[in-house]
């Protein structure tokens, strides 16, 4: 054996395994609320510093002791079988060292996150001092399960054509299934629950949405003005025709279903050309249409849905083009991969401005990369194609709000970050502040009502104080905001950290499902209440608090939670990402820049506790970049 080789089964001890089983299973028991022992009187600091240790320490096991103990040995069975799982071939020091890595990341996001859920900073891993070994447990306790976690998915992969299914009726179906099958079976799946939540789900940015449409509210350009302008026609011509808007508004959910629907085909389509496992294509097809985040979503009138189905498509192109290294395209060859590049791209820009930043940041970098690594010259038709796309939609949003008379305004979602990392730096150190810095902040932000305004959650309520008047303001403020940095660098993290620890925690739900057309409707005027009489039949009363009770019911069980589960698809993205590097697939790796961008916005986003519908990307995408990363597995081994 080539001594730079490493045998798989050799990476962790039978010792290893038995101190990491323990340490996991404690890792899921305690928490970090530490009380200080009482007053034990003793007079050696020594001995006084061991009573305290063995009264915390007591405290932090209570009542789990027999809980550790069964989990402890049923992790042990699992880490002894994951550990000494048998590949085909042995793995270099370097693989063995990136997977660790890995695993040493998201265990400290994880402890980090339990800090922040805990009490809203990192200082409560200190303090007390015995939570420092809380902290420690608790670390190395999820690196070993996470690195568990990658191995498993590793030999998924590697694996995967052992996975057989029995042989069925459903199993030989979806073998011969062509896309108007597979978007029949997911449409047909989600209509009854569109049904049931007749006319549709709706939120409090849709309902001012329709204020402004009708005109009680002034028509500006906070929200998507195609999207506003799309539901509030078909909401218009509704009440025109029947005397309220509900038809009009179910017919908007089912035209969106629809399309969605037919996009997941193509996935599906995709798949079955790639020729991938059955198992793989029909634990998708679950996904697809019969987990609560798929079919739950589809009833939802909001903006990010239009957006979503553009981002999927274009994601589709995008792996298609990567896959094949295509520099140069062919209005005759290449039209329909063409034509759903064009669609897709739009759709994704003209509903979400982040849809538009992210389509010319992935752009730009496919470009810079096929023509350093790749050597390409042909780049006038990539480039003819990655600009259309941006003159179409920037063109019709123009058009549309010329048409509708809508007055532009200054996005603010843009700088929801600094916004965010400027308020908690008020919230914790306002009296450090200089008058030049106060200045620059009170140009941009209400300075009165920041220290109210900052929630460590979302940047909505500061960033609504935005009222800069001139780019002379803003740079003054960016300059500010970049020196303040070094005083506090530590504030910055935490307020980013804070926000966004949700992202790396397996054992966070936030999922969320809007009931029904009332939910957010507190914000409409009641004139626009009466005129679209939006409103669910006294036939179905009751069924979408019914199905939506099922959904979080759903989103706890074992399997289903963990398939909706933000955590588990961004470590899939690390994971597959240092897989394609470790078989030497690097360039291909370039088809995730979707994802790795839907999660860069993520960060800068306002939000993302009670709002996944900012990662939804990540969710609709993952299957196929499990697919890629197993198609080209399966075109190595056709070489070999």
Not at 44 to 62: K, P, T, V
Not at 135 to 157: R, S, T
Not at 271 to 277: A, D, G, H, L, V
Not at 457 to 478: I, L, P, T, W
Request: aromatic letters at 16%; charged letters at 15%.
């Amino acid at each position: 054996m080539n001594k730079e080789m490493i045998p798989y089964d050799k990476i962790l001890s039978r010792k290893e395994c038995l101190f990491a089983a323990f340490f996991s299973a404690c890792s899921l028991f305690i928490g970090l609320d530490t009380k200080e022992p009482y007053e034990s009187h003793i007079s050696s600091s020594i001995l006084n510093a061991f009573f305290e240790l063995f009264e915390q320490a007591g405290d932090m096991f209570a009542g789990n002791g027999f809980y550790i103990l069964v989990v402890s040995a049923a992790i042990l069975v699992l880490y002894n079988k994951v550990f000494k799982i048998k590949a085909d071939t042995d793995f270099s020091p370097r693989f063995v060292i990136g997977e660790k890595v890995i695993a040493v990341f998201f265990a400290l996001m994880y402890t980090g996150g339990r800090a922040y859920r805990y009490n809203d900073t990192l200082a409560c891993l200190l303090v007390p001092k015995f939570n420092i070994i809380k902290a420690v447990i608790i670390a190395v306790g999820f690196y070993y399960l996470y690195l568990a976690a990658i191995h498993l998915l590793y030999f998924l992969f590697e694996k995967r054509n052992d996975i057989v299914l029995p042989n069925g009726k459903f199993r030989e179906c979806i073998d011969k299934f062509n896309v108007g099958q597979y978007f029949l079976f997911i449409f047909l799946m989600w209509l009854p629950h569109l049904i049931f939540r007749y006319p549709g789900a709706l939120s409090s940015d849709n309902w001012k949405q329709l204020n402004e449409f009708f005109g009680y509210l002034p028509f500006i350009t906070d929200q998507p003005v195609v999207h506003t302008v799309s539901v509030g026609l078909l909401a218009k011509l509704s009440v025109n025709i029947f005397g309220s808007a509900n038809i009009g508004i179910f017919l908007y959910v089912l035209i969106q279903a629809a399309a969605m629907s037919y996009v997941l085909a193509q996935t599906l389509k995709l798949f079955s050309e790639w020729k991938m496992p059955a198992w793989f294509r029909m634990s998708v097809m679950f996904l697809y249409a019969c987990t609560p985040y798929f079919m739950g979503n589809a009833a939802w009138a909001i903006k990010d849905y239009p957006h979503m189905i553009g981002y999927v498509l274009w994601g589709i192109c995008f792996v298609k083009i990567v896959l094949e290294k295509k520099h140069a395209f062919s209005i005759v060859e290449d039209k329909k991969l063409i034509g759903c590049w064009i669609i897709g791209a739009v759709l994704m820009s003209l509903y979400r401005k982040n849809g538009l930043h992210i389509y010319v940041l992935a752009c730009v970098i496919y470009c810079v990369i096929s023509v350093i690594k790749e050597k390409s010259k042909k780049v006038v038709s990539m480039l003819l194609l990655f600009i259309v796309p941006l003159v179409l939609s920037v063109g019709i949003e123009k058009s549309v709000i010329n048409i509708f008379n809508i007055t532009e305004i200054q996005q603010q979602d843009a700088y929801s970050l600094l916004f965010q990392q400027t308020a908690r730096y008020y919230y914790y150190h306002s009296d450090e502040l200089t008058d030049e810095e106060r200045e620059a902040i009170g140009d941009i932000l209400d300075l009165e009502t920041l220290y109210d305004d900052y929630t460590v959650e979302c940047s909505d309520n500061v960033k609504s104080g935005y009222h800069a008047e001139n780019m002379q303001q803003m740079m003054r403020y960016f300059k500010v905001w970049f020196f303040m940095f070094f005083k506090h660098p530590e504030c910055y993290l935490e307020a980013t950290w804070n926000q966004n620890y949700y992202i790396f925690m397996p054992d966070f739900d936030n999922i969320v499902y809007n009931e029904s057309c009332h939910t957010g409707n507190a914000i409409a005027d009641p004139d626009l209440m009466e005129k679209l009489d939006v409103h669910v039949p006294t036939q179905i009363q009751g069924f979408a608090v019914f199905i939506c009770s099922m959904y979080r019911f759903l989103n706890k069980l074992p399997i289903i939670s963990t398939l909706n589960n933000l955590c588990v698809y961004v470590f899939m993205m690390f994971a597959i990402s240092f897989f394609m590097k470790s078989k030497k697939k690097t360039y291909y790796s370039i088809a995730m820049l979707p994802l790795w961008l839907s999660l860069l916005f993520i960060v800068l986003a306002p939000m993302i506790v009670d709002q996944p519908r900012y990662s939804w990307a990540i969710f609709y995408l993952m299957p196929m970049m499990m697919a890629l990363y197993m198609h080209l597995l399966d075109g190595e081994r056709s070489h070999e």
